[in-house]
């Protein structure tokens, strides 16, 4: 298992500082991280598991306006000042991650001069532009290359090519009805990009998804690069390979 990435990008000395603060922590599909309107308790740092910042409507429908991973941090809202959110947040792919409590985060992080300030700030900044992004991605793209984008975004944080994922899930995730999932995940099985049965997603081809993605998979990836002044997917290979 490696580490979140903005916890590798701190100085050693803070890392140190704040560890003693960090629980790892085992997150299963669907667990809630952060109910609508309630009190967030806790930031969470993933590793290998996905998360989705979901909005609810009023007839009961929801839709994915935010995806995070390895590269950031649940609970922004809180670090923006604001204890309570009106949307959901819930572990799509299980997997793992680093928390701490709020009120330990508040004042060992935001009431110090921490560089992990900083950090957080850069990936507010990169998780405002994806909202904006899939805003744009779900009125524009096609049900396909949505399909691609989010896949690809999946696979790119939890750095594994199998992992559970049902299509009712999947509907909810890109604001669909479930017949287009089903068409849509047709048309990549034939196209061997990847193969699904009974609520078990592989990916066959990550480069193929990549390919068959709309413009905002790229856009999304230059603006978390902008966090670490780097491409971001070269900080996991190296954390994966110590």
Not at 20 to 25: F, H, I, M
Not at 161 to 184: C, D, I
Not at 204 to 211: A, K, S, T, V, Y
Request: contains cysteine.
């Amino acid at each position: 298992m490696s580490d979140n990435l903005l916890l590798v990008a701190l100085p050693g000395e803070e890392r140190a500082r704040l560890e003693r603060y960090l629980e790892p922590v085992s997150l299963d599909l669907e667990d809630v991280l952060i109910e609508a309107n309630e009190p967030i308790t806790h930031m969470y740092f993933p590793i290998d598991c996905v998360t989705s910042t979901l909005q609810e409507m009023s007839d009961g429908s929801t839709i994915e306006v935010g995806l995070m991973g390895v590269e950031g941090l649940v609970g922004i809202q809180f670090w923006l000042s604001m204890p309570t959110t009106p949307t959901r947040t819930i572990i799509q792919v299980a997997g793992h991650a680093q928390r701490m409590r709020s009120d330990d985060f508040e004042r060992e992080v935001m009431q110090t001069a921490s560089p992990l300030n900083g950090l957080v700030a850069r990936y507010t900044h990169s998780f405002l532009a994806m909202t904006s992004q899939v805003a744009a991605c779900n009125r524009l793209h096609t049900v396909d290359e949505r399909l691609c984008r989010w896949l690809k975004m999946c696979h790119d944080r939890v750095r594994r090519n199998e992992f559970p994922m049902r299509q009712e899930f999947l509907a909810q995730m890109l604001g669909v009805h479930r017949p287009s999932v089903s068409v849509a995940a047709g048309m990549l099985q034939k196209a061997g990009l990847i193969s699904y049965h009974r609520g078990q997603m592989e990916i066959l081809d990550p480069e193929g998804l990549r390919e068959g993605a709309c413009e905002c998979y790229e856009l999304i990836q230059m603006q978390i690069d902008r966090i670490f002044d780097r491409p971001w997917q070269d900080l996991v290979q190296e954390q994966d390979q110590q």
